[in-house]
Structures are given as C-alpha cells and as structure tokens.
C-alpha cells in the first residue's frame, strides 16, 4: 500500500536552514506529482509546494517562495523541501502528499518543525 | 490569497444530517470543480473524504456526499456517528498562479 513517510524535522533557530525528506514506497513514485502541505499548531492546513513526477516545473507559496525549494530523487524514491532562512511563523507540521488528477490523495503522517531562539 | 470560509463548527446528534460549507471566490471554487474534503482525527495526517466536488474514494463510507453551488461547496454527513468526530477542510484548486487553497476548517461535534 502507499506509505509516505517523513523526516528531518526538529527544532531550528530563526535564520536557520533545515532539510525535510519524504520517503515513499508501495506505489511508482516517479510517475506521481508531489506536495508538501504544513500546519501551524491548531492551526489549518496551508499548501506550501507541488513539484511534477519529472522535476519538469515546481510552484510555491507566496509565503515560502525564494525560501524554500522542493526536489526530488526518483532514484531513491525520495522528495525533499529545503527550508532556508526559517521565520517563527514556519513553525508547523510538515506533511507531504502525493498527488492524482489535482487531488492530496495520500498523506504522510507528517514531521514538525520548530523555530525558536 | 484568503483562505477558503468555513464555519468553525458544527454540531449534530448520531443519526442526524449536517452540511459542513466552504465559500470562496470565482477564482477558486466557482472556477474549478476540484474542490476536496479531509477529515483529520487530532494528532493524525488528513485523509481524503471527497474530490472533484461529489467522488468518493473507495472506502469512504457513502455516509459522506458532495456538492457545489456557484462559490460555495457544501459537504453533507448523514447518519452521523461517533467516528465521524473529527476536523474537516474543504480545499480548492485555484488557478497556475496561486495553486491550492485550503478552508479555515470546521470542527465537527457528535453529541
């Protein structure tokens, strides 16, 4: 069955930089786009980045582009967010979600990442 | 680009009906019929209740139904129960330039 798993949260100071992995398998992952959606705490949910099965185009949020960059290994069935220049307000559980037909159909059960001096 | 508008909660009794909304613009959720609903149980990854407006996933209980009117979708629970305790967020596609946008969610309460 699908799995997506992620990892690499954890906490970081604002400023800072931290990389996010996901992890997936039970599916071909290099035919499927790919999301990162995050979640403040007790908060809603906020798209943050899709990236398509070949790498061929990336979109972003507003509130993260310039700072963050999503990629992916199809070789080790892997997609990452890099997060650079990290602000309180990132502070949130990241998920990601794989994508079918412009729908989060599967989810991962998400990694939280803090930032705090 | 607002977030969708949702009533923060709603209530119901088991075995009761309750239409959860989620009102945007003409350029999301009047635009496209690619609205989703996700139900999240605290301290759980959201699953995926219904997409394109009124599709079900397999699995999900036809308990769980979908509509839309101009820019406001709607999503219906019949026969509530227990389990179905939970958050719910609409969510919209809206456009190559702001993408996806989520709803404010609702929190529903079985009484």
């Known amino acids: 069955q699908v799995q997506l798993v992620e990892s690499g949260g954890g906490v970081v100071q604002p400023g800072g930089s931290l990389r996010l992995s996901c992890a997936a398998s039970?599916?071909?992952?290099?035919?499927?786009?790919m999301h990162w959606v995050r979640q403040a705490p007790g908060k809603g949910l906020e798209w943050v980045a899709f990236?398509?099965?070949?790498?061929?185009?990336?979109y972003y949020a507003d509130s993260v582009k310039g700072r963050f960059t999503i990629s992916r290994d199809n070789s080790k069935n892997t997609l990452y967010l890099q997060m650079n220049s990290l602000r309180a307000e990132d502070t949130a559980v990241y998920y990601c979600?794989?994508?079918?037909?412009?729908?989060?159909?599967?989810w991962g059960q998400g990694t939280l990442v803090t930032v705090s001096s | 680009q607002s977030a969708l508008t949702q009533p923060a909660s709603v209530s119901g009794s088991p075995g009761q009906s309750i239409t959860i909304s989620c009102t945007g613009t003409?350029?999301?959720?009047?635009?496209?019929?690619?609205v989703s609903w996700f139900q999240q149980h605290p301290g759980k990854a959201p699953k995926l209740m219904i997409y394109?407006?009124?599709k079900r996933p397999s699995g999900v209980s036809n308990r769980f139904s979908g509509s839309k009117s101009g820019n406001t979708a709607s999503l219906t629970i019949s026969g509530l129960q227990a389990e179905d305790e939970a958050d719910y967020y609409c969510?919209?596609?809206?456009?190559?330039?702001?993408?996806?946008?989520f709803g404010t969610g609702t929190k529903v309460t079985v009484l």
């Open positions: 003409s350029s999301d959720v009047g635009s496209y019929n690619l």
């Open positions: 969510c919209s596609y809206a456009g190559s330039t702001t993408f996806y946008v």
């Open positions: 990236i398509r099965y070949d790498e061929s185009n990336k």
């Open positions: 039970g599916f071909a992952f290099s035919a499927y786009g």
């Open positions: 979600a794989r994508e079918n037909g412009n729908v989060f159909q599967h």
């Open positions: 394109e407006v009124t």
